[in-house]
């Protein structure tokens, strides 16, 4: 069965104390493993897309990177306004289209 | 103005009244889906459409029901509510050979 599991579940920062999140998934087939943030009461928000292990994007003060087996998005220096769920989730090559989301990570990053 | 639109964006009923939650998109992308989210569960699929003739159910479609009236509206209906499915939804829309999906604002749904 395809299942997303994100890690923690709650992580708290000072502004500027550099962190990780990690996605950890188990997937037939991966065609691609998505980055999204949701800020209370809007809907998720694009970040990034990766296709295979190794590959890495940027923007801003958020890398994200994959392995065969999880994600993580780093966020380097972080500042109040990067406080946000950030979600994961995985696209299967043989079932395009449907994505499975893991629970979210809620960063909270205090001045 | 925003790609991807829900109404309501609130909306409290009572148990057993029909509801219909609906989406308007201007991406002009083909593929439309439906989500519900709730506290700790993340997004679950409850159906999906990849083009006006084309209708799928997701892993959790029980209880509701679908309509794709043209390749821009996508209306997600409650037969008979009841209070389990408060949650908030969400409507994505995706161009057909693309993967990402983009989501509207939301509808916070309250069953009494």
């Known amino acids: 069965e395809d299942q997303v599991t994100q890690s923690p579940e709650a992580l708290r920062l000072q502004e500027g104390e550099s962190s990780s999140l990690n996605c950890s998934y188990t997937?037939?087939?991966?065609?691609?493993l998505f980055w999204y943030r949701q800020d209370p009461g809007k809907g998720p928000e694009f970040l990034f897309t990766?296709?295979?292990a190794g590959e890495e994007k940027e923007k801003e003060r958020l890398k994200a990177t994959l392995t065969k087996k999880e994600s993580f998005l780093h966020i380097t220096a972080p500042k109040p306004e990067d406080s946000a769920t950030y979600l994961c989730?995985?696209?299967?090559?043989?079932?395009?289209?449907?994505?499975?989301f893991g629970q979210g990570t809620t960063l909270q990053v205090k001045p | 103005d925003a790609d991807v639109t829900q109404t309501p964006r609130n909306r409290i009923t009572k148990t057993g009244k029909r509801i219909m939650l609906e989406c308007s998109q201007t991406?002009?992308?083909?593929?439309m889906y439906w989500y519900r989210q709730d506290p700790g569960l993340g997004l679950r699929l409850i159906y999906y459409?990849?083009?006006?003739?084309?209708?799928n159910k997701g892993e959790i479609s029980d209880g509701y029901s679908v309509s794709r009236q043209a390749q821009a509206k996508f209306s997600l209906s409650l037969e008979s509510a009841i209070p389990n499915q408060t949650a908030l939804y969400f409507c994505?829309?995706?161009?057909?050979?693309?993967?990402?999906?983009?989501f509207g604002p939301g509808t916070r749904l309250t069953v009494l």
């Open positions: 459409s990849f083009d006006v003739k084309d209708i």
């Open positions: 994505a829309t995706s161009r057909t050979g693309g993967d990402t999906q983009y």
């Open positions: 997937v037939s087939g991966l065609r691609g």
């Open positions: 991406k002009g992308h083909d593929r």
């Open positions: 989730a995985v696209q299967a090559t043989s079932n395009t289209g449907k994505l499975i």
């Open positions: 990766l296709y295979s």
